[in-house]
Nanobody, 113 residues
Framework: ELHLAESGGALVQPGASLRLSCAAS????????MTWVRQGPGKGLEWVSS???????DYADSVKGRFTISRDDINSIVSLQMDGLKPEDTAIYYC???????WGRGTQVTVSS
């Protein structure tokens, strides 16, 4: 059974850092691309970052240079290191397995002074 479980969300001040993690199970993790998608208050879904099975990465312009996606194929974890957080980064962050259209439940990130 597929399962994605996000963790690491918190309330932080502008400029702070957070690391989100997504623990995956129920599929051959190393064979699949993984993505992070977010939904801000009153907004639609916004793609944030992707990492392919070979490790190549891609980022939305809004987070490029501040966020870093990585994967641990041994432990089936995809992470999102977020530095220089801004109030506009406030959102629920979802881990997504795009090839199966499977989503985790999300983790809340709030950036506020």
């Amino acid at each position: 059974e597929l399962h994605l479980a996000e963790s690491g969300g918190a309330l932080v001040q502008p400029g702070a850092s957070l690391r989100l993690s997504c623990a995956a199970s129920g599929f051959t993790f190393s064979s699949y691309a993984m993505t992070w998608v977010r939904q801000g208050p009153g907004k639609g879904l916004e793609w944030v970052s992707s990492i392919k099975s070979g490790g190549s990465t891609d980022y939305a312009d809004s987070v490029k240079g501040r966020f870093t996606i990585s994967r641990d194929d041994i432990n089936s974890i995809v992470s999102l290191q977020m530095d220089g957080l801004k109030p506009e980064d406030t959102a629920i962050y979802y881990c997504n397995l795009p090839q199966r259209d499977y989503w985790g439940r999300g983790t809340q990130v709030t950036v506020s002074s």
